[in-house]
């Protein structure tokens, strides 16, 4: 598997509490980052059967405040160590107070200077926030929502203004996620389209994650980045087929890859 470090902001009450027991025995480090006095976000998912009914968010998205952001940068360059071989950084941005602009270009900077590659599953419609990034991954509203565009179905058009809008100064690569349909690796020099296995879908919840982690892994292992998004691919592909947010194991990759071989 891969070593992890998650730095993120939790608080020190019963959910926060269950975070870290569980972060614990997956064998992910953790450093929390204190936002205030918000409470851990929390995501009730109501089910009947196989199928989320509904899902009821509790949080408290304020802003970290300059010690905060002070704290969450040294804990980074902290999880980096000295060993910078085999890693990268996950810049998992869900709007919800920990991310600003200020702090994710700090990372990526850093990241930068030290060869260090960045992957980003973004959230704000400013691309440009994540100048610097080896990898963006959007999903298709948030690749349109980006560009300033609207579409009602994935076509080649739309995709090559997607790719004229955001491939900007500073973004190393584009995946856009497009559910279904596959996803469209755009890099400066080409456009690539990695299609979706047909596969009976159980639960979308975390694909989105799994496909993230999937582009960190192969992109820290020195795989290209149209080999990591492959990787990515199938990791959402296989945490789909899975009712919840199921977890991606390292023998469930390999299997997959025989399966397509």
């Not at 949080?59 to 952001?69: I, K, M, Y």
């Not at 960045?118 to 994540?130: A, E, Q, R």
């Not at 492959?230 to 399966?259: F, H, K, Y």
């Amino acid at each position: 598997g891969v070593q992890t470090t998650l730095v993120a902001a939790w608080a020190d009450d019963a959910a926060g509490s269950e975070l870290e027991r569980l972060l614990s025995d997956s064998g992910v480090s953790a450093m929390r980052v204190r936002r205030g006095n918000a409470a851990t976000i929390e995501k009730l998912r109501i089910v009947a059967g196989p199928q989320q009914i509904v899902r009821v968010d509790r949080e408290d998205t304020s802003p970290l405040d300059r010690d905060g952001a002070d704290e969450a940068f040294a804990m980074v360059a902290s999880a980096l160590g000295d060993d910078l071989t085999r890693t990268a950084i996950v810049v998992s941005d869900y709007a919800k107070g920990m991310l600003d602009a200020g702090l994710v270009g700090r990372v990526i900077d850093f990241a930068r200077e030290r060869g260090v590659p960045v992957v980003v599953d973004p959230k704000s419609s400013d691309i440009h926030k994540y100048r610097g990034a080896t990898i963006v991954k959007p999903n298709f509203a948030e690749a349109l929502q980006m560009a300033g565009l609207t579409a009602d179905t994935v076509d080649d058009a739309t995709l090559a203004l997607v790719a004229e809008r955001l491939l900007v100064a500073g973004i190393g690569s584009l995946a856009v996620s497009l559910s279904a349909v596959g996803v469209e690796v755009i890099e400066a020099s080409a456009r690539t389209r990695i299609p979706t296995r047909a596969r009976l879908v159980a639960d979308v919840s975390g694909a989105g994650d799994s496909m993230i982690a999937g582009i960190a892994a192969g992109i820290a292992s020195g795989l290209s980045v149209l080999q990591s998004v492959q990787v990515g691919n199938m990791a959402a592909g296989i945490a789909c087929g899975r009712p919840g947010t199921a977890v991606v194991s390292r023998s469930d990759l390999l299997d997959e890859l025989l399966v397509e071989a």
